[in-house]
Every structure is written in C-alpha cells, then in structure tokens.
C-alpha cells in the first residue's frame, strides 16, 4: 500500500501539530497504521498505533493523539504540548490486522514528514 504523509512543519514548544497519512489501498480498514520518528543520528522509533484501539510510546502518552477515518483512508496523528526532543521525521507504516511497535514488522512506510519544535 502506498502511504503518503502531511502536516509536517516547524512549531513552538508547547504547541500543536496533525500530521496525516493517506493511504492508497482499498481495504484500509484491515491495516493495523502507526507513526514512528528517526532523530538524526538516532534509530527510528515507535510513536503511536492504531487497529481496534491506540497504542502509544510512554514519551509521547498524554500528548499525541492517534486516530483514523476509513472513509477517508487516513491515519492521524494529533500531537500537543510539543518538546524539543519530538523533532524529528515522522514515518507512517501500515502492516496487516495487528498493530505492533516494531519496526521490522511494518512493510510499508511513506516517505516521512519533517517536524521541528523550536525552543
């Protein structure tokens, strides 16, 4: 399935950003989506996943939000109370029936979206 994100950008500390992921496939309801975020010089890391019910990295647990609209094919990702340390590129992945928070189990990624919380 082809994924493609949105939303990304440069925001204060403290403040608010949506990404979005868009999906190509006609059965987007049978995909298990999840967010994860590459730092430079840092390995990517799980965000947040979604299938029947969310799941979240205690990092970002309270602040970001996920969610998903399958009329729309879309996968959201609500992020408040922005830290320095979220900065980072923002990955979607989707992988069959089943979320989970490993990297190697996801087999299609979007190119990824850039976001910069500024101090």
């Known amino acids: 399935v082809r994924l493609v994100e949105s939303g990304g950008g440069l925001v204060q500390a403290g403040g608010s950003l949506r990404l979005s992921c868009t999906a190509s496939?006609?059965?987007?309801?049978?995909?298990?989506m999840a967010w994860f975020r590459q730092a430079p010089g840092k390995e990517r890391e799980f965000v947040s996943a979604?299938?029947?019910?969310?799941y979240y990295a205690d990092s970002v647990k309270g602040r970001f939000a996920i969610s998903r609209d399958n009329a729309k094919n879309t996968v959201y990702l609500q992020m408040d109370s922005v830290k320095v340390e979220d900065t980072a590129v923002y990955y979607c992945?989707?992988?069959?029936?089943?979320?989970?928070?490993?990297?190697?189990?996801?087999?299609?990624w979007g190119q990824g979206t850039q976001v910069t919380v500024s101090s």
């Open positions: 496939s006609r059965t987007f309801g049978i995909y298990a």
């Open positions: 979604i299938d029947r019910r969310g």
């Open positions: 992945a989707a992988r069959l029936y089943t979320a989970t928070m490993k990297t190697s189990e996801y087999g299609d």
